[in-house]
């Protein structure tokens, strides 16, 4: 059987149009279908070695500290609110919060246990793995007395129910 030119021409057209809607709607309705939300939690440091290190920033200085800008990975795509709280479990040990105001750093957090991190404070990735902002410090650190060499750290960060845990080890660079 022969198609007419008229008919083979509304065929083709029928089946280019079908396969245009089939695309369109496997990018419209694939997120919905396929969406799987990633859990908040701690990302990093979990049981890390982290070296201690002596900080200045500006006028303020730290000894033996853990600047926790480039260790602290938080991860999560539900938004539970503007605010992340973070407790430092350890005893002995606190948290300072400075940041660069555009012309210096200004400490605005001294020795906390407890504090309430806005969550403008992280850049967050495609992935929704949450990063710390490069004008933004959280420095860990024992206030009274010396470090432990390996001594551990633990803290626990909340964000609206979800609470998830980190720790890491504190060490002495070779000298």
């Known amino acids: 059987m022969k198609l007419s030119y008229e008919t083979e021409s509304r065929l083709k ?4 149009i079908f396969v245009v809607a089939v695309v ?12 799987k939300p990633v ?38 795509s539900e938004d539970y609110g503007n605010s992340v709280f973070l407790e430092i479990h350890t005893p002995g040990w606190c948290a300072d919060v400075s940041f660069w105001d555009g012309q210096r750093y200004v400490v ?3 020795c906390v ?4 991190i806005p969550k403008y404070l992280f850049r967050i990735s495609p992935a929704f793995y949450w990063y710390v902002e490069s004008g933004y410090h959280l420095i860990f650190y024992k206030p009274d007395g010396k470090p432990e060499n390996y001594e551990l750290v633990n803290f626990t960060v909340t964000y609206g129910e979800e609470t998830d845990w980190g720790a890491f080890k504190v060490a002495y660079g070779k000298s």
């Open 13 to 16: 057209i029928l089946l280019f």
């Open 24 to 35: 369109i709607l496997y990018y419209v309705l694939s997120p919905i279908i396929f969406y």
């Open 39 to 76: 859990p908040y939690g701690v990302a990093a440091p979990k049981g890390q070695i982290i070296l201690l290190e002596n900080i200045t920033l500006g006028n303020h200085t730290w000894e033996n500290a853990v600047d926790m800008q480039e260790h602290l990975i938080l991860k999560g």
């Open 108 to 110: 605005s957090e001294r």
């Open 113 to 116: 246990r407890r504090l309430v």
